[in-house]
Each structure stands twice: as C-alpha cells, then as structure tokens.
C-alpha cells in the first residue's frame, strides 16, 4: 500500500507543480489553493520529520520582507513543497530552482545584449522553483 500511496503522491504533486508553473508564467500569481494541495497532498507519504521542510520558505520570506519584488505565492509554494520534500530535499530543490533561474536569466540578457533590446526585469519564479523541487523529489 505505501508504494500506491508514494505514486498518488508523486502523480499530484507533479500535476500541481505544472499547474503553478503554467499560472505563474501566464499571470505571474500562484494561486493559494495549489499550495494548499501540495500541502495536502504531503499526507500521503508524510513523517514527522517533513514538517521541518517548511523552514524552506524563510529565505523567501525573508527576502520578500527586506528586498521586495517576490509575491507571497512563492513563498507559500515552497513552504508547501517542503512539506512534501523535507528539510534536506528542500534545500536541494530551492538550490537547484535558483541557480536554474540564475542561468535562465544570465542567457537571457547575454542575448537581449547581443541583439540590443531592453532585457526585462522580472521573472516568474514558480516554474523554476518547480523544476528544483521535481528533481529533488526523484533524487
């Protein structure tokens, strides 16, 4: 039974990541009830110790409050997420979305340089940050 649980989860949260992606991308929001759904959805393989993966999204918070230009949407994805992951995972996919945006976005002005337009400035992060958390919950 605990496979059938650990597939059902890895399914929803796969589908949950792409629909905050997408809706990220289009509006730049991330609606609260996807979070609400990865956190739900972190009951079917939870243990305790997964609770501490909800520390994950202090950087964010921490980042949205002294620096701005970040949405409470991010943050409560990825406190989500590490319900999901755990603290160690979490870290690994907060690592891993972050310098996939640092690429993204390191590419992106090399090419708006070399064909002299105006890069833009702001991203939308969930589909990075998604990409982070589904390679490290199959790490």
Do not use: H
């Not at 996807?34 to 202090?58: E, Q, R």
């Not at 640092?102 to 337009?117: D, E, S």
């Not at 939308?124 to 589904?134: D, E, H, N, Q, W």
Request: hydrophobic share 60%.
């Amino acid at each position: 039974m605990p496979d059938k649980l650990a597939a059902a989860q890895a399914v929803f949260f796969i589908a949950l990541l792409c629909s905050a992606s997408a809706i990220d991308f289009a509006k730049r929001i991330v609606p609260n009830w996807i979070s609400i759904a990865i956190a739900t959805v972190s009951i079917l393989d939870f243990t305790p110790v997964k609770m501490l993966g909800i520390l994950v999204a202090l950087p964010f918070l921490a980042a949205a409050i002294f620096c701005g230009g970040m949405g409470g949407g991010d943050i409560k994805l990825m406190a989500a997420c590490g319900l999901v992951l755990g603290l160690p995972k979490g870290l690994l996919a907060t690592t891993a979305g972050l310098s996939l945006l640092l690429l993204y976005v390191a590419v992106y002005r090399i090419i708006c340089k070399v064909q002299g337009r105006e890069a833009q400035s702001a991203f939308p992060l969930a589909p990075f940050l998604s990409a982070g958390c589904l390679l490290a919950y199959f790490i």
